[in-house]
């Protein structure tokens, strides 16, 4: 990785001159973001890293001059060619031709694996993750909320995979529960066979809104409480009913994850743990964790004082579960299933205290992985809204992009406006840059960076680039430890501006051949790693728009 070879060189230096081992100062030299006011430096060590202590009011005013006292003890070498300071930093400067043949060479050599090679990663450990995500009810329509889900879900499992770790892709079905008894009620009077082939989610959300209006009436409670019972008790004629609702169900959801670009490992749902649900209360019930209320029902005391003042409900009065109780028997067996290091769950955060309540009963049963789960847990803001997924609509792309700008877990509101917009910051604007530079790539041809003067890309713009080039792996790096696609998004945009700059202002057509080559090397690095970082968020690059 180039900008570790860059990092190691100059920790080597410090190293000598403040008497600490280089890898204990790797993680404090970052690549400086480039601007576009102003020249910057490539990279910067910042005094209050290796500093005993920073926090002192003190020290702090003083960081200034130990940076000035510290660059005059380091000199220029044939990788360092300027030394300089900033307010509590010290600044270095790459010899440019090194730079640009170093940058080079290994964006190209590296392919699809430019940055994630990086020693930054050496101390993270190689893990086996379970990853949640999409997990749509059956029988209800695809919307904005279940969008959300899987492109969060997609993103930081493609990450994960990207980085070496064991990934495991679930899509946890919602496909089990009292609702299912009033959806079979509502199909047994409303139903057709044959709209349930041709658009089984359009048909089955008619259905559901028609029994709907009619759920209060005590017969039809009734008559849903009892097509449940019957689903439990494994009643032949109620099973397949059902099945087919789920079959029809997945089969159109598979169609829209093909357009997404989304797979999935493995397909489980709420159904595979209807009985798993009966052991996990019978566990509950032995570890004297079970109590009943008045009512019947079953409980789990949450409460610091046992007093009840904080309970989760795990059971019906007729001894059916919950969906708590379900997600219990899930989260068990998969521990069980594939001894992963982790599972992460990509929630819509009004499921919080679902979510908190599952991992309390988890740890109360004594199972203490619940405690990394909780912490794994990624939860996003909700919107809720149908979603006509289109192959061929700009909105398809600008929903990666729109969603990822910020936090996930930050307040968020969905608007067509913004994601059919082609202009600005957008995940079109990411499409065109790639399929722009794609055409350069086919009018000139490939270059390799060992037949490239790089005295040719000593230009400002080509210089911004190839600084950019360099920070991709810290980018990654950040992403990789909060799990926030918005660092890499912010990344690309940046990337797709400098190169449309540099597109104009270092024109290979008309150029010396040997410019020319030279440049071309340049726009194809850009591009390389352009549509790496797009494909981790699951934007399949295009070459033409």
């Known amino acids: 990785m180039a900008s570790c070879a860059f990092r190691r060189s100059i920790a080597s230096q410090l190293s000598k001159v403040l008497d600490l ?22 990279f910067q060590l910042s005094v209050a890293s290796v500093t005993e202590d920073s926090s002192s009011e003190s020290l702090a005013q003083d960081l200034h001059l130990q940076a ?15 030394i300089s300071t900033g307010p509590g930093t010290v600044n270095f400067t790459i010899n440019r031709e090194l730079l640009a043949k170093t940058v080079l060479q290994q964006v190209l ?31 209800k329509k695809f919307h904005i909320g279940h969008l959300r889900s899987t ?27 009292m609702q299912f008894g009033l959806l079979g009620v509502g199909f047994q009077c409303f139903g057709n066979k044959e709209k349930l082939k041709s ?79 009966q052991e996990v209360l019978k566990m509950l019930e032995d570890k004297g964790l079970l109590q009943k209320t008045v009512k019947g029902t079953g409980v789990v005391d949450l409460s610091e004082k046992k007093d ?45 205290n679902h979510f908190q309540h599952l991992f309390q009963i988890l740890k109360l049963m004594g199972y203490d992985w619940a405690e990394s789960n909780q912490r794994d847990r990624r939860p996003y803001r909700d919107s809720r809204e149908s979603w006509p997924c289109s192959t061929n609509n700009p909105s398809d792309v600008n929903l990666f992009s729109q969603d990822f700008r ?19 910051d957008t995940g079109v604007f990411l499409q065109y840059t790639h399929a722009r530079l794609h055409s350069l790539e086919q009018i000139h041809g490939n270059k390799q960076p060992t037949d490239v003067n790089v005295a040719c890309l000593q230009e400002p713009d080509a210089i911004s680039v190839l600084q950019h080039l360099l920070r991709y792996d810290e980018v990654l790096y950040q ?62 690059p295009v070459t033409q728009m």
């Open 406 to 424: 910020g936090l996930l877990s930050s307040d968020y509101q969905f608007s067509w406006d913004r994601a059919l917009q082609s202009r600005g």
């Open 479 to 540: 992403s990789s430890q909060d799990l926030q696609p918005k660092h890499i998004v912010s990344y690309l945009l940046t990337l797709s501006r400098l190169a449309a700059v540099a597109h104009k202002t270092l024109p290979v057509k008309g150029s010396a051949p040997e410019v020319a080559q030279a440049r071309c090397c340049l726009f194809q690095a850009a591009r390389s790693v352009l549509a790496n970082g797009m494909k981790l968020l699951g934007i399949t």
């Open 199 to 277: 658009s089984p989610l359009q048909h089955l959300f008619e259905v559901y809104v028609q029994i709907n209006k009619e759920a209060d009436d005590e017969n039809v409670k009734k008559l849903a409480k009892d097509f449940f019972r019957k689903l439990e008790e494994h009643d032949e004629q109620t099973l397949s009913l059902w099945k087919q609702f789920r079959d029809f169900s997945i089969e159109e959801y598979i169609r829209i994850y093909k357009r997404l670009g989304v797979h999935f490992d493995e397909y489980s749902g709420e159904s595979f743990y209807q009985e798993k649900s």
């Open 151 to 177: 492109i969060i879900g997609n993103f930081i499992a493609n990450l994960k995979a990207a980085l070496g770790h064991e990934v495991i892709r679930m899509n946890y079905l919602g496909d089990w529960g």
């Open 21 to 42: 081992p280089p890898e204990n100062l790797i993680k404090s030299i970052s690549a400086v973001p480039v601007s576009k006011k102003r020249h910057v430096a490539d």
């Open 308 to 352: 009840l003042s904080l309970f989760s409900t795990v059971m019906r009065s007729d001894g059916t579960s919950l969906y708590i109780t379900r997600d219990l028997a899930a989260a068990i067996d998969r521990m069980n299933k594939h001894s992963c290091d982790t599972m992460i769950y990509v929630t819509d955060k009004t499921q919080s």
């Open 109 to 139: 050599k590296d392919g699809s694996e430019y940055g994630v090679k990086s020693e930054l990663f050496s101390t993270v450990p190689r893990q086996k993750a379970v990853i949640e995500f999409s997990s749509p009810n059956i029988a």
């Open 68 to 82: 000035q006292k510290l660059a005059e003890r380091l000199k220029c070498d044939a990788v360092v060619s300027e």
